[in-house]
């Protein structure tokens, strides 16, 4: 069997054990750099950002402003804003990326595997039929077809117009 190598360079500093110091859910939003933090909508109760690290391309993380960490701490304003967010995002995602379906939920707390038990987030993982396959099977192996830069770029567009929609 031929050896091949799955290269994935910016997982580096995933699996480095670095982290920010800061929450990477909290603000400041404007002016924050994409390949610090992808953030790609925000408004006064939800964010949404690309994760660096993802499952597959296109894996969001949706998170409340608010700094917390309890799905039943959350305002109804709070829940209604991340559903209504999460429903733009798949319309997004459908469009721009193509998926034949999501996997989309919570990890609450640090053993059901949340990378940020202290803030709530929502994930959104595009999939496509055979998109991982053997993979899952290999140790924390993934597969991301794009860099998620690249896909931000494509992203960010609509969810610029999306923002815009809902001012």
């Known amino acids: 069997m031929e050896r ?3 290269w994935a ?7 480095s054990g670095k982290r920010e110091n800061k929450c990477i859910f909290c603000p400041p939003y404007e002016g924050v750099a994409p390949d610090d933090r992808p ?3 925000f408004d006064n109760l939800v964010v949404v950002m690309l994760n660096k690290f993802p499952y597959n391309t296109g894996h969001l993380l949706i998170s409340p402003v608010r700094h917390v960490a309890e799905l039943e701490d959350l305002s109804s304003e709070e829940l209604l804003a991340l559903m ?3 429903q733009g995002s798949i319309r997004i995602l459908k469009e721009c990326l193509k998926p034949d379906g999501f996997n989309v939920g919570f990890n609450l707390g640090k053993v059901a595997g949340a ?3 202290e803030h709530i987030h929502l994930q959104v993982v ?3 039929i055979g998109d991982v396959n053997f993979l899952t099977i290999l140790d924390d192996v993934r597969l991301a077809s794009n860099h998620y830069l690249r896909v931000y770029e494509m992203l960010k567009p609509h969810f610029d117009k999306l923002k815009k929609e809902r001012a």
């Not at 360079?9 to 699996?15: I, L, S």
């Open 84 to 86: 209504k967010i999460t």
């Open 4 to 6: 091949r190598i799955l």
């Open 126 to 128: 595009p999939r496509w």
């Open 115 to 117: 990378g940020y038990p």
């Open 39 to 41: 953030i790609i909508y």
């Open 9 to 15: 360079p910016w997982r580096g500093e995933y699996v």
